[in-house]
């Protein structure tokens, strides 16, 4: 199972980009575990180290995604970031803080594939305890440390 994190104010546009993320998993027999918050602060509290990959607006209350993820990357370097704005101006701020990507609102289907293909190839690099075990219809992913 994947967790995702999606740090978005606008109600909408989360749950367009939840329904993206269910639809993908049904598509491609992958399990994702979605948790959102309508803030960075929010966010940033009750983070825990290991999300693989967070989506996160730009503008956001008291705290942009900029400063959030460079909150984020001061405990987790690791972790995937890609933001998702209207405010396209802000994309090479976020190579600052080593992200994957960005897109641009309004997300659309095929654009959102190409993200999280790119984004769960570089989960899958960067999980050494994670395996992929093919079962009859689908591809399964586990983590070994929780086998023993």
Same mark, same amino acid.
């Given at each position: 199972m994947f967790e995702i994190s999606i740090i978005e104010d606008d109600t909408s546009a989360c749950e367009v980009l939840k329904e993206y #993320?269910?639809?993908y998993g049904r598509e491609n027999s992958l399990d994702f575990e979605i948790n959102c918050y309508g803030d960075a602060l929010s966010f940033l509290?009750?983070?825990?180290?290991?999300s693989y990959i967070i989506f996160m607006? #730009?503008?956001?209350? &008291?705290?942009?995604? #900029?400063?959030?993820?460079q909150r984020l990357r001061e405990n987790d370097s690791t972790a995937v970031l890609i933001f998702v704005t209207n405010m396209a101006q802000?994309?090479?701020?976020?190579?600052?803080? &080593?992200?994957?990507?960005?897109?641009?609102?309004?997300?659309t289907y095929p654009a959102f594939c190409m993200k999280i293909d790119r984004a769960l190839k570089v989960v899958e690099t960067l999980s050494p305890h994670r395996i992929t075990v093919s079962v009859p219809g689908k591809v399964v992913r586990l983590d070994v440390r929780y086998l023993c």
């Open positions: #993320i269910r639809r509290d009750l983070y825990k180290h290991g607006d #730009i503008e956001l209350p &008291n705290m942009n995604g #900029i400063e959030a993820a802000f994309a090479v701020k976020g190579y600052e803080v &080593n992200a994957l990507d960005f897109v641009v609102k309004p997300l």
